[in-house]
């Protein structure tokens, strides 16, 4: 007798969307079924999201196919209008049971109106060695280029103790590194009683799991890591010395323009101070080239940024007008322009990289063995290459021994 047929879940855009396609995964159980779980941080990304609408009805052509997460909460009808499409569901609604049992093709509800989130269902991370935890959801700031607030609603907060008990269950099921997610994960806090920080929820996730190996942070906004997050990224070793800033741009004008809250020195004067505390940790950034009214002048401060702050973990987005957003009425960069100039920061931010990568060679370090068993991710995010296969899950104590362009390659330690 046939097997019935397994769903999917197909994730795009961020580790929040990972983290909530678990428990997507857990809630659709034993139905013939494709999710897509969208992305609408730019206009490529709801294109990919249309192509793999496209692609999973052509691959599961009895499949039930539903459309959910940022781009399909901005614009339902224009998914819900895809002939591919069986049904959509929003950002606000797909978390809960009801909702994947309701006959409705359309259930989105109002974001605006979400006060609470809470820690997702799922019991485990199957598909991934690391597990991905939502402590945070939603923005209440409202930068000109941004569309996501749309999609998330606004910022709320999982309370503290909810949180440590899914990460001890997370531990408990065999996961050594967890990643603390959230749209704007550095506003955690001040919706809950006593309005903790993320410093706070950090400290009490250590001191309550012990167990926990690796601690992970998502993205993070420079201008509020206070004194108490600082210290746990520079000191506790069971946080990984890799820190991912939402820089966005390197000029003041063009900061100023996008309402971000941090100038270029500060940008500047964190990671100096970071990588002094913690000269091993290693620097994420997102950077935008072609932000509307962008000159030479502001494209070359954002270029030198990437040499200014040792960015090794660049995601270089040409700027994407997003309708209904302040940018998108600005004057505009020529398409041209944007993309060329989103190339020389790519070629700028991957030479950074590979001067990186070639000062690791020779140095040991701890490697967390990811699917299928050849690779994994060490501790500041160099990807790994192993030389012979071991078991997904593991951390091994690894030497570098070369570099294979994006990646490193390296032996196990003998034990």
Known sequence: MPSAPLPEVVSLGCRLNIAESETIRALVAGRDMVVVNSCAVT?????????????????????????????????????????????VIGNADKLSAAAWDMPAPVVVSDIMQVRETAPHLAASFSTHARAFVEVQNGCDHRCTFCAIPFGRGPSRSVPAGAV??????????????????????????????????????????????????RLRLSSLDGIEIDDRLFALLTTEPRIM???????????????????????????????????TARPDIAIGADLIAGFPTEDEAM?????????????????????????????ARMPQVEPEIRRRRGAILRETGQAVRAAWLQTLVG??????????GDRGHVGNFAEVLLDAPA????ILRITITGVLGERLSATRESL
Do not use: W
């Not at 996961?175 to 006593?194: A, F, K, M, N, W």
């Open 43 to 87: 206009n490529a990304a709801v294109k990919a999201t249309r192509v793999a609408i496209r692609r999973a009805r052509r691959d599961r052509p009895d499949a039930q196919i539903v459309v959910t997460g940022c781009a399909a909460q901005i614009d339902p009808g224009a998914f819900a209008a895809m002939p591919e499409v069986d049904r």
């Open 164 to 213: 440590v008990d899914r990460v001890a269950g997370l531990v408990d099921a065999g996961h050594r590194e967890i990643v603390l997610t959230g749209v704007d994960l550095t506003s955690y806090g001040p919706d809950l009683p006593g309005a903790p920080t993320l410093g706070l929820l950090v400290e009490r996730i250590l001191h309550a799991v012990p167990r926990l190996e």
């Open 241 to 275: 010395p890799h820190v991912h800033l939402s820089l966005q741009a390197g000029d003041d004008m063009v900061l100023k323009r996008m309402k971000r809250r941090h100038s270029r020195a500060e940008s500047v004067a964190l990671v100096q101070r970071l990588k």
């Open 299 to 327: 494209f070359q401060n954002t270029h030198a940024l990437i040499a200014d702050c040792d960015i090794v973990h660049s995601h270089i987005f040409p700027y994407s007008p997003r309708a209904g957003t302040p940018a």
């Open 363 to 372: 140095t040991t370090q701890h490697l967390l063995v990811e699917r299928p």
């Open 391 to 394: 078991a997904p899950g593991d």
